[in-house]
């Protein structure tokens, strides 16, 4: 799975890479996000070694601002969002680093991006999080099969705080926060496991019981994950880029996990995926790299009914995001350089609960082997 997704070239915020998100919009007009000083959205550019950055308007649309190096080509993949808004951290599997820039968040430059330092990873690191109190950062490493564990301060400095190993025979890739037990999940996307681990007063991490299988009884390749939308975040789902399916389940009371079923045909390897709450209806979204669309399904506590259509998207879809709001989807689309704006539930779609209405290149000039990969989203 991990060298699935750095062989394209030719993940998010403080509560996971898909924080929870809800609306109540009706779909019977032209919905508007929240107005803000600091909405902004950021793209990893995996073949030209950058980041870009744009500004995010009341109707979803995407304003290039600037694109700022984060290390070697081949390299930018999973990128976050300090739950403040202040810092930004995107990891490179090419130079084994964690890229810290500061946002700016006053004068004329809103949403630019300044590089402030940078700190030592595990070799090939695939996605990063920095926990809900912004005390603590974790980077998941491909190559080492590891996890690196960080502490974080004001100023935006990243300490190494140890290493959690263990992974033998597999990839630790995905990586997410249930916020109502502090406690962090991790796929496994080789070895077909999903692990949980209780986040400790200094910030190691401890293992929750024994992992479980992705699918069930069998492993498949987990990709990213998304705690369902609801407030009280029961339930976990994760992708299989393998069979297509998308395993749900069951959050319990300390935080482990219980598996509920699987769900999903006719999928095309999925790897971004969203959970949130429109207009009263809990949605499920996923971005279908192969494929080249976003599958949309509806939910029912731990059940999900896969919608009878597919939104076309770009090339090759990887990461996913939603608006914190809840309004609109944003794809990163690897195969074409470019981002993607799905709204949902708005009059533009005719009745569909999702449609695409715009698409941003992610890099100016436009260069449509950007590789855009992973996005991250402000608060």
């Known amino acids: 799975m991990a060298m699935g997704i750095l062989l394209l070239g030719g993940n998010g915020c403080g509560k996971g890479l898909f924080p929870e998100a809800s609306s109540s919009a009706s779909g019977t007009g032209t919905s508007s996000a929240t107005a803000q000083a600091t909405a902004f959205v950021y793209a990893s550019n995996f073949n030209d070694g950058n980041v870009s950055a744009f500004r995010r308007a009341t109707n979803g649309s ?35 680093l964690v890229h810290t820039f500061t946002i700016q968040t006053t004068g004329s430059a ?124 029961s339930y976990l789902l994760a992708d299989d880029t393998l069979s297509g399916f998308v395993s749900v389940f069951l959050i319990n009371s300390d935080g482990s996990l219980s598996f509920s079923n699987l769900f999903g045909t006719g999928q095309s390897k999925p790897i971004g995926i969203g959970a949130v709450t429109n207009g009263g209806t809990d949605y499920v979204f996923r971005a279908n790299m192969t494929g080249n669309f976003v599958q949309p399904f509806t939910r029912s506590a731990a059940t999900l009914a896969q919608q009878p259509f597919m939104v076309p998207d770009s090339f090759g879809p990887t990461g996913l995001i939603i608006d914190p709001s809840g ?34 290149n992610s890099e100016s000039p436009k260069n449509s082997n950007a590789g855009t990969q992973f996005l991250a989203i402000t608060n």
Request: aromatic letters at 8%; one cysteine or more; proline letters at 4%.
């Open 62 to 96: 995407l304003t290039f601002l600037a694109q700022i190096n984060a290390g070697l080509s081949g390299g930018p993949m999973g990128l976050t969002v300090t739950p403040d808004n202040h810092f930004l951290f995107v990891v490179n599997a090419a130079d084994n």
């Open 110 to 233: 809103l949403g630019t991006l300044t590089s402030l330092n940078t700190t030592v990873t595990g070799i090939t690191p695939q996605m990063i999080l920095v926990d809900s109190t912004e005390s603590f950062a974790y980077v998941t490493n491909a190559g080492s099969r590891s996890i690196s564990q960080y502490t974080v301060n004001d100023k935006g400095s990243v300490t190494s705080n140890g290493t959690v190993t263990g992974f033998a025979g597999g990839t630790p890739f995905g990586i997410i926060e249930n916020v109502a037990n502090s406690v962090v999940y991790v796929s496994d996307s080789t070895a077909g496991l999903i692990y949980t681990f209780t986040i400790g007063s200094i910030g190691q991490l401890t293992p929750l019981g024994t992992a479980i299988s992705s699918n069930g009884s069998t492993g498949g390749q987990p990709a990213l994950m998304a705690i369902a939308a609801d407030s009280s975040q």
């Open 327 to 360: 309004l609109f989807v944003y794809t990163a689309n690897s195969g074409s350089g470019t981002i993607a704006q799905l709204d949902i539930n708005n009059a533009k779609c005719n009745g569909q609960p999702v449609c695409v209405v715009n698409a941003f």
